[in-house]
């Protein structure tokens, strides 16, 4: 069986080296090109030497056609103009395309979907299968838990270098949530408390963020109910998790119908209507 080829974008940084790991050690995978910014001190570097690995021969490129030729599916957690570029070239090329980018505007999101209109494209917010585990928890929870009684808050903690609040997880899990109580996220998510705000408002879910040191990510789902609490956690103690949960998903992806997809498609998780 031929192994299937995954491309790299944001190659020299610390999601694309791991990414660039995670292809080497699975043995059904190989890189295939990988993707730095103009200007970038890793254009020309071989990647295997570049993450900590025998060298392999293939070079860190600023050039999209040269990065991604002969690529069956790209990776990348990079930022949101940068994800939309991707998406467009890896749809005109017929290129699978697995998102960890977070922090998408309408039209970054509207230039997502309209690339899964013609190739296959899974986006997530977190790629650990054991967040996606969690979301579907947290969404059972919220749905057995009724809202009169049982309040919901979203606690998220990550790196200083981070630079959008809640993070792509935390909505991931208030989405969840939202499902669960059959409302929509956007006009019952509550992100900020300051001064006197009266008292909470039932039904709606809450949203906290922590920022400092190297977290690499802890969340937390509180449901909060008369008398009791339940907490639904995962803490992530190595990038690698998210990096081999976005090559098990270029790995289904390839060759699959285009289409928007989930990291729930990914690992069968079905959602419930």
């Known amino acids: 069986m031929a192994k299937v080829r995954i491309a790299v974008v944001g190659a020299g940084g610390r999601m694309g080296l791991n990414l660039i790991r995670a292809i080497d050690e699975n043995p059904d995978s190989q890189l295939s090109g990988a993707l730095e910014r103009e200007g970038s001190p890793h254009i020309g570097a071989d990647t295997g030497a570049l993450a900590g690995l025998p060298a392999n021969g293939i070079a860190v490129s600023s050039a999209m056609d040269t990065a991604l030729d002969g690529a069956e599916a790209v990776v990348d957690f990079t930022a949101p103009a940068v994800s939309a570029e991707i998406a467009r070239h890896a749809a005109a090329s017929g290129i699978a395309h697995v998102i960890g980018t977070t922090g998408f505007d309408a039209d970054g999101e509207a230039a997502i979907a309209e690339a899964a209109s013609t190739t296959a494209v899974v986006k997530s ?75 909470r408002e039932a039904g709606t879910v809450g949203f906290a963020t922590l920022r400092g040191g190297s977290v690499v990510g802890d969340h937390s789902v509180i449901l909060a109910g008369p008398g009791e609490r339940v907490t639904l956690s995962h803490h992530a103690e190595d990038r690698m998790i998210f990096a081999r949960g976005a090559v098990r998903a270029a790995m289904w992806a390839t060759g699959r119908a285009p289409g928007l997809y989930s990291m729930h498609d990914v690992l069968g998780l079905a959602r419930r209507n």
């Open 125 to 199: 917010g977190n790629m650990s299968m054991g967040v996606i585990l969690l979301s579907v928890l947290v969404e059972e929870a919220a749905r057995a838990l009724e809202a009169a009684d049982w309040d919901i808050e979203v606690l998220e903690m990550h790196h200083r270098h981070k630079v959008d609040a809640p993070s792509g997880t935390a909505l991931l899990l208030g989405e969840a949530a939202a499902r669960g109580r059959q409302i929509g996220l956007a006009g019952n998510a509550v992100r900020t408390r300051d001064g006197h705000t009266g008292p």
